[in-house]
């Protein structure tokens, strides 16, 4: 059975720390790992990643995947209130073009 | 900018009523998904289509059905609906075949 894991579940930090946030996977015809945010309202595209060791980074976001150990990361730098929201790991099954959802890891920035 | 559009925000309905849920996407995206997000549970995919009048389970379709009679449009159905079915659900279309979904904002039900 297909199944993505996200660790930790929540976490709560200080506005400027660096956070990571874990995201493990099994799944068949593995094609790529994707990462949302969800504030209030709907899931946002963060990242889609296809090929070990490339990070791809936006602003203060960085994520990598490692297609050996079947895991990736987001990290966060100099965390801010505005980054507090769920975020979600997905792996692309290739076959079905389901996406495998997490359930999600519960970030708070707190001043 | 893309845009996916579900038609309500918030339903109150009673046990054993109809529920339709519509949603709409402005993209010409193929596949169209529904899920629902339940807390501690994540997203869990109800029912996903690939083309017009083409829908496949996903999940957890029991207690649900779909319609897609136009490619942007896709309907989730609630044939009678159940205090279990209390969730907020989320409506997705695909960008080709890249994986990058994009969401609407959602449809909270409450049932009664």
């Known amino acids: 059975e297909d199944k993505v894991v996200q660790s930790p579940l929540s976490l709560v930090v200080h506005e400027g720390d660096t956070v990571t946030l874990n995201c493990s996977y099994e799944?068949?015809?593995?094609?790529?790992l994707l990462w949302y945010k969800q504030e209030k309202k709907a899931p946002t595209f963060l990242f889609m990643l296809?090929?070990?060791?490339i990070e791809k980074k936006s602003g203060r976001l960085s994520s990598i995947l490692d297609k050996k150990e079947l895991f990736s990361i987001l990290n966060i730098t100099a965390t801010q209130t505005g980054d507090s929201a769920i975020y979600l790991c997905a792996a692309d099954s290739g076959g079905s073009e389901k996406l495998v959802f997490g359930k999600g890891m519960k970030l708070t920035v707190n001043p | 900018d893309v845009k996916v559009t579900q038609s309500s925000r918030y339903l109150v309905k009673r046990t054993g009523e109809k529920v339709f849920l519509e949603c709409v996407q402005d993209?010409?995206?193929?596949?169209m998904f529904w899920y629902r997000q339940d807390p501690g549970l994540g997203l869990r995919l109800i029912y996903f289509s690939y083309d017009v009048k083409m829908k496949e389970k996903g999940d957890i379709p029991e207690g649900y059905s779909v319609s897609r009679e136009k490619k942007e449009r896709f309907s989730l159905i609630l044939e009678s609906a159940s205090t279990n079915q209390t969730s907020m659900y989320l409506c997705a279309s695909l960008r080709g075949n890249t994986g990058e979904l994009f969401f609407g904002e959602g449809s909270r039900l409450t049932v009664l």
């Open positions: 799944v068949t015809n593995f094609r790529s």
């Open positions: 296809t090929s070990s060791g």
């Open positions: 993209m010409d995206h193929e596949n």
